[in-house]
């Protein structure tokens, strides 16, 4: 197995786009696609699903516990994100997206609330490169991004990776409209079948689901944990 070299966000990037050499690198062409997508479409995005109440309530049923290293996969505008990292005591999250536009609405939301890099950070990457230590981290969230992985197979291979034995993966899907203006979303990536499918093909084991009625629509919760044995890429 390959060995994933850890990335170390730079304090100096706080307030500016976080583009390390090590993460632009990585990003294929298929990425720099949904790049080009999320910028054109970044601030109407953020402003309708950017930030639900529905957000404010995945700590608890992501069962964030003090201490916890997360990695969130396609944050977004940032604000799920600022709920993790304050949700308990000593919580770190990395936070991904392909989107430099998103990336940057997600730093002045950051600055705004006055949280610290050593506490959240964020990478410009899709799910495709997610680049931390094998086994360290505990929980992986996807909130409404999994059908917008360009290489799902790719992403569950390095996700698999990075979790500790024991860690899980936690996602949820929007169950009302199609993607917003993807004409190449995975849509059976949206539909419990597909989900429960990809999280079995994985060796996930425990996987629950569970459909949430709210004000907001109807989203669909599901998770899973990390197998004991390794993956190779």
């Known amino acids: 197995m390959r060995k994933i070299s850890r990335f170390s966000p730079n304090s100096s990037t706080v307030g500016h786009v976080a583009v390390s050499a090590h993460y632009a690198e990585l990003i294929s062409n298929e990425d720099q696609h949904m790049s080009h997508w999320s910028d054109e479409h970044a601030h109407d995005y953020d402003e309708r699903w950017g930030q639900l109440a529905f957000h404010q309530l995945i700590p608890q049923l992501a069962n964030v516990r003090p201490g916890h290293r997360i990695v969130e996969i396609g944050c977004g505008g940032g604000f799920l994100s600022l709920c993790l990292a304050q949700s308990q005591p000593n919580v770190t999250v990395l936070a991904l997206d392909p989107s430099a536009a ?73 169950l009302n409209t199609p993607s917003f203006g993807d004409l190449d979303v995975h849509q059976q990536l949206k539909m419990l079948p597909g989900i429960e499918a990809l999280l079995r093909d994985f060796g996930f084991r425990d996987i629950t689901h569970r459909t949430h009625h709210t004000d907001e629509g109807d989203f669909l919760e599901v998770q899973g944990v990390r197998p004991v044995q390794e993956l190779a890429l």
């Open 102 to 174: 998103m990336i940057e609405r997600a730093h002045k939301r950051q600055q705004q609330a006055g949280i610290g890099p050593e506490q959240l950070s964020f990478a410009l990457a899709g799910a495709e490169q997610l680049d931390v230590m094998p086994a360290s981290q505990d929980l992986i969230v996807a909130a409404f991004s999994l059908h917008h992985w360009q290489q799902p197979e790719v992403a569950m291979t390095r996700l698999t990776q990075a979790l500790k034995p024991g860690g899980r993966f936690w996602l949820c899907e929007d």
